[in-house]
């Protein structure tokens, strides 16, 4: 039954599709340097799983998560050369600019870091390195992937991709209940958002005639908005939304958070987020999709507030930044609600910054947390300024940064933001970020106070920094440092990628080489 | 030679002063864990610091245009936000208020903080550094930036090495100034929605010149929202109740920082921004801003008489002489705003003493109760020497800093309306009644307990953090003009809009 009407529905393309084929080209070069980070990724991911079995499972930690950082490395320089390469490759389905670039970065450098701080916990875990390296690998090609699609359905599968080896790498401490209770939550879940996406996509292309974003923002700037793609925003908001954790769409997140490994929560509260807010922009701005200024309102509304207030009770640290990131999911769509080009600017510097402090610290968290995640509850913190300075010290300054103090990335994020709201004359959001950052200083202090103002508990270990863990600290705070006094490249970059996406909507769309 | 190297100083003296104890914090990161090298090394910075900043008062005076020693550099394009520094006559002596407190703040320090003085030095280092940056800010967004940076050192000096309730001292604290500073970020942000800039001179321009739109409407609301920041900040009544209780559980450095510099970052605020860019709402609100800084006089006064406990009475009697501040402000008279500054100032160096002296009391006896001390001048002669100084100076004897200045506010508040200046008239009273009555208490008499016997005076530390705060109380007493010179012009710039509005008002 199912093959017959997927013919009907789209029987109607075959002249197109049987047009395009007559004139087929094979890829360029230039094709492949557009989509270079994602084949480098891939092929270290897949290395790694062939060298896996060929090492013992003591000896393989070092040696995997050593080539999974140079595979990160390599895709890093790789991502320099594709921005040699801009505009449109493989038939308009992907595209190089300055927006995607700038999340190719973000979300690999993201990777690397998680993996730095996998180093030491993985041993400590007793979990075997060689899917875990890969999975991370294979889904940051997904993400990078999702940030650099401008055809729907391809966002989809990359979307899938991303999503499949988080729903996997969550579930990794199997020896714990908790880790398979987060991973199947997150699975059932999140295919069930998955596939609001995906109908989300058929309406649109049901209401547009197309599914590539460029194809659809004509169509809509057209005038003559149907009611069909009303609809189909609002369908793939809801997907979309469940992947950055915004209220409504939320509850998952305290549960997954708490179960999954620490660095994996590290990458997943970031990595895939930050890729599924590049689609969100792309979806919202470039698409130009319609009636999505209430929907963003409610959500952004709703997720700073909820986020907020549940933080407030959490004594789990892992719980406790699950909800934070809710919120700061909420203080990010604030910028959506904004005008196109200023909203994207802001939000892009604020997963950027936010991604810098929260794999901070949750590496912090996990380098604590010990073996059997045993250290993870408020108590625990008790007086780590005492028995650890340097990582209590760094771990108040990734605070300090979600609270959005001076000297520190997540500032000027907040920052940002607020001004792309007054700008845009939304004060009614603008009020409620700010009444929420009053109320989310409250409990990042709680932690910042058990470290430094009550005495140590004798029976918590503190085990000696090993230097992967160390580097990715450092890494982190060195980049929320450099966010926070000096982020006017970043600025510069997003604003001129932010223009560059909003008004080349209509691009050339031949894959013209370079 | 000497002038030209002056000269070669003037645009970077702002940044070296503002700097050098931040830098000097960040090095002794890299000190190891010797805690005499620490306090030696942070005692050395912070007396660099001031002998910096001694420049900027002297050479004040050659300085073009209303604002001196400026620097102004494009710190990040989009959005415009400028790194542009710049003192006057008022903002140029709380500098130097701040950097003359630091060293004796490490110096009173140096005996009672045993436990983690790596930390506690480099937080105090950092903390200066902010609230010189407060003063000298003339970039709305960087002025945000340092006022928000001195809240996490404050916080955690007085939840790390406070008394017994510290932690809930500090949160609160926290709490009370970060909420107040939110309304005065989303003020700024307005402005700068409006007029594309931070730039404290061309905003200020821009509404003088009436180039704002929709200024009409939101300036009542603009007003409020800095006007909350630094009514918390002062603190204002109602809003003072964080006050006592960070001061109590503060450490002596602590506290002295906070009543010496902190509440001025709050008189400051609302001299230079809030009465600086919406003079017409300042005007139209001074009279329950009066009113109510009236009820902060008259009420500090009485809750302090009432205090058993020493510390805690300063810090009441800090919501009283800040009301003086506040009322002097909002009178906009030159006798009222110059007996402000001068307030600040004289209050900066009296109650620091005072609070340094408690400290030392505290390091001995481990308590502030008033009722456990009597008779100690026999045992601690010198002590009792300079805490009468102090004390003095804080009730507004002739001849020593405090006089001046509430004399000025009460011609001020005179001049304003009689009712005020006779209200604020009895808190000079009330002020001499509970800080004389505390000094009978503690020191005449006979020593009724027998522990206090064997109190010992002062040590040469002690002593030598104590001397340079007599001495200022006198000098400030017996020549206010070195002061009054230059925070005089300033203040006449500062009621230039308000000469304008009475005009206005005359020639109807």
């Known amino acids: 039954m199912l093959p017959m009407t997927t013919v009907t529905a789209f029987s109607h393309l075959l002249p197109g599709l049987l047009a395009q084929a007559q004139t087929f080209q094979p890829p360029q070069l230039a094709d492949y340097m557009r989509i270079l980070p994602e084949l480098v990724l891939s092929v270290f991911g897949m290395l790694i799983m062939v060298v896996d079995p060929l090492l013992d499972e003591d000896s393989s930690h070092q040696s995997l998560g050593t080539i999974a950082l140079i595979g990160t490395f390599t895709a890093l320089a790789a991502t320099f050369c594709m921005a040699h390469y801009p505009g449109t490759a493989f038939y308009n389905m992907v595209r190089v600019e300055g927006f995607s670039v700038f999340f190719h970065f973000l979300v690999i450098a993201i990777a690397a870091v998680a993996i730095l701080s996998s180093f030491e916990y993985l041993k400590v875990q007793r979990i075997r390195a060689g899917e875990y390296y890969a999975l991370i690998l294979l889904g940051t090609v997904g993400m990078c992937l999702m940030s650099s699609a401008i055809e729907l359905v391809l966002i989809f599968i990359a979307l899938e991709i991303s999503s499949i080896s988080t729903y996997v790498l969550a579930g990794f401490r199997r020896r714990d209940a908790s880790s398979s209770e987060a991973s199947l939550k997150y699975f059932l879940l999140g295919s069930f958002a998955t596939a609001f996406f995906l109908y989300g996509v058929a309406l649109m292309f049901g209401a547009t005639g197309s599914t590539n974003s460029d194809a659809i923002s004509q169509v809509l700037r057209s005038g003559n908005v149907p009611v069909l793609a009303y609809v189909a925003t609002a369908l793939m908001f809801v997907g979309l939304g469940f992947k950055v954790s915004s209220a409504p769409f939320h509850v998952w997140a305290p549960d997954v958070y708490e179960g999954a490994?620490?660095?994996?929560?590290?990458?997943?509260?970031?990595?895939?987020?930050?890729?599924?807010?590049?689609?969100?922009?792309?979806?919202?701005?470039?698409?130009?999709?319609?009636?999505?200024?209430?929907?963003?309102?409610?959500?952004?509304?709703?997720?700073?507030?909820?986020?907020?207030?549940?933080?407030?009770?959490?004594?789990?640290?892992?719980?406790?930044?699950?909800?934070?990131?809710?919120?700061?999911?909420?203080?990010?769509?604030?910028?959506?609600?904004?005008?196109?080009?200023?909203?994207?600017?802001?939000?892009?510097?604020?997963?950027?910054?936010?991604?810098?402090?929260?794999?901070?610290?949750?590496?912090?968290?996990?380098?604590?947390?010990n073996a059997g995640e045993k250290y993870v509850t408020l108590d625990d913190y008790a007086g780590l300024g005492r028995r650890s300075p340097v990582l209590a010290a760094t771990f108040a300054f990734f605070l300090m940064s979600l609270i959005g103090i001076p000297i520190t990335g997540g500032f000027f994020a907040k920052f940002y933001v607020l001004t792309a709201a007054l700008k845009s004359d939304l004060v009614g959001l603008a009020i409620i970020l700010v009444l929420n950052s009053a109320v989310g200083a409250y409990y990042y202090l709680r932690i910042i106070v058990m470290m430094y103002m009550r005495e140590p508990r004798g029976e918590v270990p503190v085990p000696r920094v090993p230097t992967a863990a160390a580097l990715a600290i450092a890494v982190c705070v060195l980049l929320t440092f450099y966010f926070g006094v000096l982020p006017g490249r970043v600025l510069d970059y997003t604003g001129q990628s932010a223009r560059q996406l909003v008004t080349d909507t209509a691009a050339p769309p031949a894959s013209s080489a370079p | 030679m000497g002038s030209v190297n002056m000269e070669s100083l003037s645009p970077i003296i702002l940044s070296l002063v503002t700097f050098i104890p931040a830098a000097g914090g960040l090095l002794i990161l890299l000190i190891p864990r010797r805690d005499r090298d620490i306090k030696l090394f942070a005692f050395v910075i912070s007396i660099l610091a001031f002998v910096a900043s001694l420049h900027l008062p002297v050479h004040l005076h050659r300085e073009l245009g209303p604002f001196g020693f400026e620097i102004d550099k494009v710190w990040i394009t989009s959005p415009n936000i400028h790194y542009h520094m710049g003192i006057d006559g008022i903002s140029v002596w709380l500098v130097v208020l701040t950097t003359f407190l630091t060293p004796l703040c490490v110096l009173i320090s140096w005996a009672s903080i045993h436990e983690r003085v790596k930390e506690f030095f480099i937080l105090l280092l950092i903390l200066e550094t902010a609230l010189i940056g407060v003063f000298t800010s003339l970039d709305l967004f960087l002025f945000y930036f340092f006022w928000e940076a001195t809240l996490i050192p404050m916080a955690l000096l007085i939840g790390m090495y406070g008394h017994g309730r510290r932690v809930y001292a500090a949160v609160k604290y926290f709490l009370f100034t970060i909420i107040g500073s939110m309304f005065m970020l989303a003020a700024i942000l307005w402005l700068y929605a409006k007029t594309g800039s931070f730039d404290f001179v061309v905003i200020q321009h821009a509404i003088r010149s009436g180039s704002v739109p929709g200024f009409e409407n939101a300036s009542l609301w603009l007003f409020l929202g800095f006007f909350i920041a630094f009514a918390v900040k002062v603190p204002l009544f109602p809003l003072h109740t964080w006050l006592p209780d960070a001061h109590v559980e503060a450490p002596t450095a602590g506290s002295v920082l906070l009543a010496g510099v902190l509440l001025k970052m709050g008189t400051y605020g609302l001299l230079r921004f809030d009465v600086g860019l919406f003079p017409e709402q300042a005007h139209r609100n001074a009279p329950w801003i009066m009113v109510l800084a009236l009820i902060g006089i008259i009420y500090g006064a009485l809750v302090s008489l009432v205090q058993p406990n020493m510390?805690?009475?300063?810090?009441?009697?800090?919501?009283?002489?800040?009301?003086?501040?506040?009322?002097?402000?909002?009178?906009?008279?030159?006798?009222?705003?110059?007996?402000?500054?001068?307030?600040?100032?004289?209050?900066?160096?009296?109650?620091?003493?005072?609070?340094?002296?408690?400290?030392?009391l505290y390091g001995r006896r481990h308590t502030y109760e008033i009722s456990e001390f009597g008779g100690l001048a026999t045992p601690m002669p010198k002590y009792a020497t300079f805490f009468l100084v102090t004390v003095l100076a804080s009730v507004g004897l002739p001849l020593l800093n405090g006089f001046i200045g509430e004399f000025l506010v009460l011609s001020g508040a005179f001049q304003a309306r009689p009712i005020y200046g006779i209200l604020a008239a009895t808190g000079v009273i009330w002020s001499a009644g509970y800080l004389l009555w505390m000094y009978q208490r503690v020191f005449f008499g006979k020593v009724t307990h027998e522990v206090n016997n064997a109190l010992l005076d002062l040590n040469l530390l002690e002593k030598a953090a104590l001397y340079p705060i007599a001495i200022a109380a006198l000098v400030m007493g017996v020549a206010p003009m070195i002061w009054l010179s230059a925070i005089d012009p300033a203040v006449q710039a500062a009621l230039a809009p308000f000469t304008q509005l009475a005009s206005k008002v005359v020639g109807q």
């Open chain 1, 261 to 369: 490994p620490a660095p994996i929560v590290g990458l997943m509260s970031t990595g895939p987020k930050a890729a599924a807010f590049a689609v969100l922009l792309r979806v919202m701005f470039e698409a130009n999709a319609p009636g999505r200024f209430w929907l963003i309102w409610v959500s952004a509304a709703l997720s700073m507030t909820l986020g907020n207030l549940g933080a407030l009770v959490q004594d789990n640290v892992k719980r406790l930044l699950a909800y934070s990131s809710i919120a700061h999911a909420g203080y990010l769509l604030v910028a959506f609600a904004a005008q196109p080009e200023l909203g994207t600017s802001a939000a892009m510097f604020y997963t950027a910054a936010y991604a810098a402090m929260n794999v901070g610290a949750f590496a912090v968290v996990s380098h604590f947390a």
């Open chain 2, 311 to 360: 510390k805690k009475l300063i810090a009441y009697s800090s919501v009283s002489h800040l009301g003086f501040v506040v009322l002097g402000i909002f009178s906009f008279t030159t006798a009222g705003l110059n007996g402000a500054v001068f307030i600040m100032l004289a209050h900066g160096v009296a109650t620091g003493g005072l609070f340094m002296l408690c400290g030392i």
